[in-house]
């Protein structure tokens, strides 16, 4: 699908992307990249950072990848680092590191559900905390009035409430209010503005699998307003608007990017059948490889 944007809206420009390797964020990673802006991903999986970075670098972007844990300050403070020392300066950060499967909240043990808040909202607040330096105004590369930007990835689950993900739920309302915080206080100090995206059902994505898998996801189709679930495309697309200079008064919202799918009430699912499907998720995942697939590369 055509970009709506100049291809040289962000020229110049340095992006780090937590999760950049894989499903949104490597979508993310690649439309910020084609837009002119050179590509920094942060993920846990070498074998998946090496093939997103090489896919990458085939569009012609310049890439390079790191590995490391969003829940752990030291690697924050390391791949930050690594890559202003590499690109000379960082100007937008997109924190799309995240976990999420589905689980009756009776069967969620509280080290599961610590683990979920610790990726999304603890994550999320150390990659911010750490790039804060590099992102303000005046800093590397930065004048003394302009700023970085800040995405975060959310979600709209708890805008009511959401079938068998109570733990996500609690992880992305606490992003939304870093990202409004954050937005206040990093705003108004170091010119740093902090918007969020909130994605619905996203097609060929794994929360897509894991969330809404195929037993499941044909029914969707009848129950979003727009008739159809989205793609990496549009949220990417998001993102972009975000980080760009077309989105340059906009500072501590969070865009909704899901086809009014949030305003119709959550279909309800049997734990048994829950239970079953998660199972099922399980095993096609442990039998799917990862990463980009080679025919991409």
């Known amino acids: 699908m055509e970009s709506p944007f100049k291809a040289d809206i962000l020229k110049g420009k340095v992006a780090l992307l937590t999760g950049g390797a894989s499903g949104i964020g490597y979508e993310i990673s690649l439309q910020l990249g084609k837009h002119g802006a050179c590509i920094a991903v942060m993920g846990r999986r070498k074998h998946v950072i090496d093939s997103a970075v090489e ?87 930065k004048g003394s009035s302009v700023g970085g930007t800040i995405i975060n990835i959310s979600a709209t689950l708890h805008y009511t409430a959401t079938w068998y993900q109570i733990h996500v739920s609690a992880a992305k309302a ?17 010119d740093i503005r902090v918007n969020g995206i909130a994605p619905g059902p996203i097609e060929d994505t794994a929360g897509f699998s894991k969330l809404l898998p195929q037993e499941i996801s044909s029914k969707l189709k009848e129950q979003t307003l727009v008739s159809k679930v989205g793609q990496k495309w549009d949220i990417a697309m998001a993102a972009l608007y975000l980080a ?54």
């Open 55 to 141: 896919a990458l670098q085939s569009q012609g972007i310049h890439a390079f990848g790191l590995e490391g844990d969003v829940r752990k300050r030291d690697d924050a403070a390391r791949v930050l680092e690594s890559t202003v020392k590499h690109f000379g300066r960082l100007d937008i950060l997109v924190n799309a590191a995240a976990g999420n499967f589905l689980v009756p909240s009776e069967d969620l043990s509280p080290n599961g559900f610590r683990t979920v808040i610790d990726i999304d909202a603890v994550g999320t607040f150390t990659m911010c905390h750490e790039a804060l330096k590099y992102l303000k105004k005046g800093a590397s590369g």
């Open 174 to 190: 606490a992003v939304d209010s870093l990202t409004r915080s954050l937005a206040l206080e990093w705003g108004t100090d170091y």
């Open 244 to 297: 760009s200079n077309a989105g340059k008064y906009i500072n501590g919202t969070t865009l909704v990017v899901d086809g009014g799918d949030w305003l119709s009430k959550p279909s309800h699912l049997p734990k048994e059948a829950v239970k079953k499907l998660s199972r099922a998720v399980e095993r096609r995942s442990r039998d799917k490889p990862v990463g980009i697939p080679k025919s991409k590369l």
